[in-house]
Structure formats: structure tokens, C-alpha cells
């Protein structure tokens, strides 16, 4: 599964990127020593100081340890910081969109509910105010596209009202693997719409300081975000427009219904 790339960079970045992703695809097992740095030198076109540095930021994620006599190894998956932004992005582009998605839905499922119930505990006004303005953000949105910086906004917001550092920072880590997640479970265009009224009851549980609707609205959004996914991959290729057509008339009707909260 592909991520998008973001920058052009410099030939480090370039190498630290190789790296790390032939590491977290299998390319380079774990336990096994990595090629000698005369022979990675020659393969990558780069001089032993880039490659150095190269392994010295590999190491500092937990994916390569040196050895004495013995040389650069791979270290197993569990010493990976997979908290590490870059280290995460590798590990995305390196699967497949179901395994991906089973271990975001788990990851989410295990952070977002609880963390909406601590948002409408601890949220100020203006933590709220954030919350409410990124759902119209949405609602406003045109298209996928357009709605998909105010999604992640909103779920990010949640996050910050629990004031919590540790689910703050999980939540800024998980922000481009969010994307990918919200890209790939909205299948239809019109899908954005469909998830309004979701989003929105989640944002009224939590101005309304009631933490069990919260999480229980969190809890709906993600699991039925999880159903369209699984129902997208049982539709054939010629049915998915005409079968697609019933939910954009109700998504469409749904939106007529957004005023009362704008």
C-alpha cells in the first residue's frame, strides 16, 4: 500500500527512506546483519559518511543495532518505535489496505472511544468550539476531498480536549495513517456526507458533558466506517455505481438536515 510522497529529498532523507522501508517489508530480515557498508556504499552511490548517518537515524528508531565484530543488525519488530512518524508511514506503504485497515480499526478502536469520554469530561468552551467548527468545516465540504483536512481536524481536536500529553501525541502520530484510513473506508463520493449525522452526534455528546454517548457514538462512527470498507470489497465492479446510488440520495438528504448545528 502506497503512501503519498510529500517533498523531494536530500540524498540521506532518500537513503533513510530505502532503508527503513526494505527493513519493514522483509527485504532485510529481522536478526540477519545488514550488507556490509562497502557494499550498501556501492549499491546506493553514497559515501560511508551518508550511509553512517543513514544507520545512525535508523538506529535511533529502533530498526538497526551495531554489533562489535559481528556488525549492523536488524533488530526484531518489537524494538521499533512504531510511534515514530516515518517509522509508521514505512510500515503503511508496506501492506496491504485490509491488514492495514485491521490494525487502524483496532488501533482506533482502542484510543478514539475513551478518548471522546475523557473530551466531554475535561473539554473547555474552547476545546468545544474547536470540535463544533471542524464539524461545519465538514458539513460545508463539497467532496471527499474538501472534507477530509476538517475529518481529521475533528478527530484531532477530541484528542487535544482530553488534555492528556500522552493521547495528544498518539494522535498527532497517527494523523497521516488517519488520512489513509478515512480515504479508504470513504469509497463513495457521496460517503463523506453519510457520516455527518455520526460525527455530529459525537459532538454533542461531548458539548452535552455526557462521556457514555460519547464513546458510544465514537464506538458507532468507526465500526460502521469498518462495515462500508467490508461492503465495498463484496460489491462487483459493474454494481458498486447502482447500489451506491440509495446511500448519496439519503447522504444528500442528510445534509439538507445540517442547519440546526451550523
Not at 468545516?137 to 474538501?146: G, K, V
Amino acid at each position: 500500500m502506497q503512501s503519498k510522497n510529500q517533498q523531494p529529498k536530500n540524498l540521506n532523507a532518500q537513503l533513510v527512506d530505502t532503508l527503513g522501508l526494505r527493513i519493514v517489508n522483509g527485504h532485510y530480515k529481522e536478526g540477519e546483519q545488514l550488507p556490509v557498508e562497502s557494499e550498501l556504499c556501492v549499491e546506493f552511490g553514497v559515501s560511508r559518511s551518508i550511509m553512517r548517518e543513514a544507520t545512525k537515524i535508523l538506529s535511533a528508531k529502533g530498526l538497526l543495532a551495531s554489533r562489535p565484530r559481528i556488525g549492523t543488525l536488524v533488530r526484531e519488530r518489537m524494538h521499533w518505535n512504531l510511534l515514530d512518524t516515518q517509522v509508521l508511514a514505512w510500515i503503511t506503504e508496506s501492506m496491504q489496505p485490509e491488514a492495514y485497515l485491521d490494525m487502524m480499526f483496532e488501533a482506533r478502536l482502542a484510543i478514539e472511544p475513551r478518548s471522546s469520554a475523557i473530551a466531554a469530561e475535561k473539554a473547555t468552551k474552547e476545546d468545544i468550539r474547536r470540535i463544533k467548527q471542524a464539524y461545519i468545516d465538514m458539513a460545508a465540504a463539497t467532496d471527499l476531498s474538501e472534507s477530509l483536512e476538517p475529518d481529521i481536524r475533528f478527530h484531532q481536536a477530541i484528542m487535544d480536549a482530553t488534555h492528556n500529553d500522552i493521547i495528544q501525541y498518539m494522535g498527532h502520530t497517527l494523523h497521516s495513517t488517519l488520512a489513509i484510513s478515512i480515504q479508504l473506508t470513504s469509497w463513495h463520493p457521496d460517503n463523506h456526507l453519510a457520516s455527518l449525522p455520526k460525527h455530529e452526534a459525537i459532538y454533542k455528546a461531548i458539548a452535552a458533558r455526557d462521556p457514555q454517548a460519547a464513546l458510544e457514538a465514537t464506538r458507532t462512527l468507526l465500526i460502521d466506517s469498518r462495515k462500508d470498507f467490508d461492503y465495498k470489497k463484496r460489491l462487483p465492479t459493474t454494481g458498486k455505481k447502482a447500489k451506491a446510488a440509495p446511500k448519496a440520495r439519503k447522504a444528500r438528504a442528510t445534509k439538507r438536515k445540517i442547519k440546526s448545528v451550523t
